[in-house]
């Protein structure tokens, strides 16, 4: 059977708290599972560069984690998985036979969680859509020029260098070549079908805000932890050269 991206994110998990398991010696307590409603304040205050390390351990493997949309008292449970296998205790329940219904976990959260992004998607395209100078593509896609190009528009075969910063519809930024201070360059037909598309209608030196449903996008799988299933993003792109073939 074909893996998923969440099942092999969460084989990722474990694969990695075992390792942690045989590379160094966690303390244990009394044994007990710990709980979800443990006094967090004290362990925000770190005293040492280890508690740092197993801090940002667990900031990781949450981000693994994302994409099933855990609730507080589901964690609890995700707690004691973690716990048993970090700390050798035996196992309450064999992976082996629960993989199927983490496969079925894993469709049924991405699934309803695609569907509650693309109706949001749904009621933040439509405003854009109605914004002044906004032009909306059969696609879906909606172009809004921030500043007009006097350069030549790319085609679909040619190699761009652009600045962007993508977000999702709330504003959350999840990449950006402005904020690392490096313009990218890339094949613009080996991007997403919404960047393919929208830059062609740019000219060098314009720049733009794409605003792009989801099936232009990344589509119902998204990119975990970054980008939900079934997300809108957004697009502010500078064209900045349309890069000679070598």
């Not at 196992?91 to 036979?97: F, Y």
């Not at 006097?150 to 075969?157: I, L, N, Q």
């Not at 919404?194 to 099936?215: F, I, N, R, Y």
């Amino acid at each position: 059977m074909r893996k998923t991206v969440l099942t092999i994110a969460l084989t990722a998990v474990v694969s990695i708290v075992v390792a942690c398991n045989s590379n160094s010696t966690p303390q244990a307590s009394d044994g007990a599972a710990p709980a979800a409603d443990a006094d967090a304040g004290a362990a925000s205050e770190f005293t040492t560069d280890d508690q740092r390390v197993f801090y940002a351990l667990g900031l990781g493997l949450a981000r693994q984690l994302a994409a099933f949309k855990p609730t507080e008292d589901e964690l609890k449970f995700v707690q004691l998985g973690l716990a048993d296998a970090a700390l050798g205790r035996p196992e309450k329940v064999k992976m082996e036979e629960m993989r199927p219904k983490v496969q079925e976990l894993a469709k049924t959260r991405a699934e309803a969680q695609a569907s509650g992004e693309k109706t949001k998607g749904v009621a933040y395209a439509e405003k854009a859509a109605a914004e002044a100078g906004a032009t909306k593509t059969a696609s879906g896609m909606i172009l809004q020029e921030i500043t007009a190009g006097s350069g030549a528009s790319p085609a679909a075969t040619d190699r761009v260098k652009v600045h962007y910063t993508g977000t999702l519809i709330d504003g959350t930024v999840f990449d950006s070549s402005v904020e690392r201070g490096q313009p990218a360059t890339f094949p613009l037909n080996g991007v997403i079908k919404c960047w393919t598309e929208g830059v062609q209608l740019m000219k060098v030196g314009g720049k733009a805000k794409l605003t792009c449903p989801s099936d232009i996008a990344y589509g119902d799988r998204g990119r975990p932890p970054t980008i939900p299933p079934g997300a809108t993003l957004v697009f502010e792109v500078e064209l900045l050269e349309i890069v000679a073939a070598e």
